[in-house]
């Protein structure tokens, strides 16, 4: 059972019901309401899923990706784009048990689901011999921001919410809501019996995390596509980010627990909760009989797994899930919500940009010093994509190797195109160090019970370039051959591999990757292709040339490509003539051999 359900905290007189259920400030109040009336929860959830039909109610939501923890109070409706690094093993939690009034043997129906807390009026006890008492499952992920963002997207994102994280509204107003306390008369209080409030719960976390909110915002600042997670030792790392940068949270689901798989991406909305008990305990308090409840449940798992468990709200708040809209595609240019079951030539989306694709074959063309073909199967790989498993083998995928002794000249180039173009890319460079330092598989910890992150757990369309211009004569370590192993499956197969020290388990993925190497690449690429300049890029001038292009042209581009990923394709009976004409191809050629 959850260690929330047992542990129970008087409130404050001071937090009163809101007039007209305010569903962002105080969602709580929304589901109480509805409890009270059926004691059920499918009306709470259609509740809020009628409020959340459009993208525009969707942005008014304050989201965890674009504002800083320490501007939502604690209680808040939050929504967190992210991906599922790591899922807990299920908990059992009360989703109806029975208060009992030990004066007047009155018994009320509550619940403790979408809190940390169970909740029922103080003074009265938990009844244990209720028949009417439910337990249920729920499981707790470990959830990330999306590795590999790009900044452009980011910031694409934040345009749209309507909650800018330089405008504490949800504070000032969550403040209006609890009552005006100044510390003061807190400290004048008799601290024994008081909650701190949502808004002092704030205060107190802007405090606590403060300083690893100035040593994240330089990591969420920089490139989450070139800044790779080398230190098992730092704060970060224990985060379990696959990249360095982000915000990580963990999120409860209460709901269809068996649609959920690691490397998901979802945008969760739900309930915010950043209470300082939240985070681990130190088993060794024995003055309290809170300390003491947690310490009879800790036995059941180690101190390493507990504190893995329940790291700091400050730095990992919770959030109890209500609705989640398992997102499809993460490009900020497309609709939330896109229809890709009907084919391209009905899409109206795509009318203006079809023309893109001229304009960006002559700007793929300038970057790979004028060779038009290599441009055009360059654009093919940023558009490949998984689209089944036609047994081991993926279909859809593509990956090119382009080889020059020029190349060196152009990977930044490249680079930066992929980083503007694209709304997630990992590039790599594959210098020696890097092969025998970086840890590409995701590893399971038995001792904390945790997934540990690996370079490789991405989300579906994440596009990997791998620079080998930078590897050099030397030799291999263990690690660095299980890296080259791990890269080759993931070309060959589209297959990552999970350490989990006895066996190694295979979960499918969906990673265009793109080889940039002076001769032909030590990895098996669907397509190696020499890259034949007619001229030299000017130092400077591709990063020039996008600095001058309209945002609305880059957004067709964007629009463009993320298209082409997604929409469905259907082959008529034509296609019988190409594979006719590869049949004959291929005999003549055996038959002209022999």
């Known amino acids: 059972i959850s260690l929330s359900d047992l542990v129970r905290r008087p409130r404050l007189q001071a937090m009163q019901v809101l007039p007209g259920h305010d569903w962002i400030l105080r969602p709580i109040d929304i589901v109480q309401s509805y409890f009270d009336n059926d004691h059920s929860f499918s009306s709470i959830q259609q509740f809020f899923k009628e409020k959340l039909i459009t993208d525009t ?3 008014k939501i304050p989201s965890l990706n674009d504002v800083d923890l320490h501007l939502v109070a604690s209680g808040t409706l939050v929504r967190f784009r992210c991906m599922i690094q790591d899922m807990f093993d299920p908990e059992l939690y009360l ?10 043997s009155n018994t009320i129906l509550c619940s403790s689901k979408y809190r940390e807390v169970a909740d029922f009026p103080e003074g009265w006890e938990f009844d244990y011999d209720a028949p009417s008492t439910i337990t249920k499952e729920c499981q707790t992920f470990c959830c990330v ?8 997207s980011k910031e694409a994102y934040k345009v749209k919410s309507q909650c800018k994280s330089d405008v504490s509204f949800y504070e000032r107003e969550a403040l209006k809501c609890v009552g005006k306390r100044s510390f003061d008369t807190m400290e004048e209080a008799d601290m024994t ?3 701190p409030s949502d808004m002092d719960m704030c205060s107190s976390r802007k405090e606590a995390s403060r300083e690893d909110a100035k040593r994240l915002k330089t990591n969420e600042l920089a490139s989450s596509s070139i800044v790779l997670n080398t230190s098992s030792s730092s704060r970060a790392s224990d985060l379990n980010f696959p990249l360095l940068g982000g915000k990580s949270c963990l999120v409860k689901v209460y709901d269809e627990l068996d649609s959920y798989h690691v490397t998901d991406m979802v945008e969760f909305v739900g309930i915010l909760s950043s209470d300082p008990l939240l985070a681990h305990h130190d088993v060794s308090h024995n003055g309290s009989t809170q300390y003491d409840l947690f310490s009879t449940l800790l036995t059941a798992e180690s101190v390493e797994e507990s504190k893995a468990h329940h790291p700091p709200p400050s730095l990992v708040p919770r959030i109890h899930c209500i609705v989640a809209h398992k997102m499809a595609h993460s490009n900020p240019v497309l609709p939330r919500s896109l229809d890709i079951s009907v084919p391209l030539n009905d899409v109206s989306l795509h009318g203006s940009v079809l023309s893109a694709r001229s304009s960006l074959i002559d700007l793929l063309t300038t970057v790979l010093m004028g060779d038009k073909l290599a441009a055009e199967y360059t654009l093919l790989n940023l558009m490949s994509t998984v689209h089944a498993h036609h047994g081991l083998i993926p279909i859809g995928k593509f990956s090119l190797n382009l080889v020059s002794p020029e190349i060196t000249k152009i990977s930044s180039d490249l680079q930066e195109i992929l980083q503007r173009l694209l709304p997630k890319t990992l590039i790599l460079p594959l210098s020696l160090e890097n092969m025998n330092t970086l840890k590409m598989m995701p590893k399971k910890n038995f001792e904390t019970n945790r997934l540990e992150a690996g370079l490789l757990q991405l989300t579906k369309g994440t596009h990997l370039m791998l620079d080998e211009t930078l590897l050099t004569a030397g030799q291999l370590n263990n690690n660095g051959c299980l890296n080259l ?7 060959t197969w589209q297959k990552v591999k999970y350490d989990f020290q006895y066996h190694v388990v295979e979960i499918s993925c969906d990673l265009p990757i793109l080889v940039l190497s002076e001769g032909k690449s030590l990895l098996q690429v669907d ?4 890259v034949k300049p007619t001229c030299l890029p000017e130092a400077g001038g591709i990063l020039q040339s996008l600095e001058q292009t309209a945002v609305e042209h880059l957004n067709k581009f964007r629009m463009y490509l993320g298209l082409c990923r997604l929409l469905k394709y259907q082959l008529t009976s034509d296609i019988q003539i190409v594979s006719s004409h590869l049949v004959l191809c291929c005999t003549n050629k055996y038959i002209s051999r022999n």
Request: hydrophobic letters at 40%.
């Open 527 to 530: 397509c190696s292709l020499p």
């Open 57 to 59: 109610d969707m942005y």
């Open 145 to 152: 921001s999306i590795p590999g963002e790009n900044r452009w």
């Open 95 to 104: 989703a109806l048990f029975e208060a009992k009034d030990p004066v007047t």
């Open 485 to 491: 192993q791990a890269l080759a499956n993931v070309l």
């Open 193 to 195: 019996d008081y909650e």
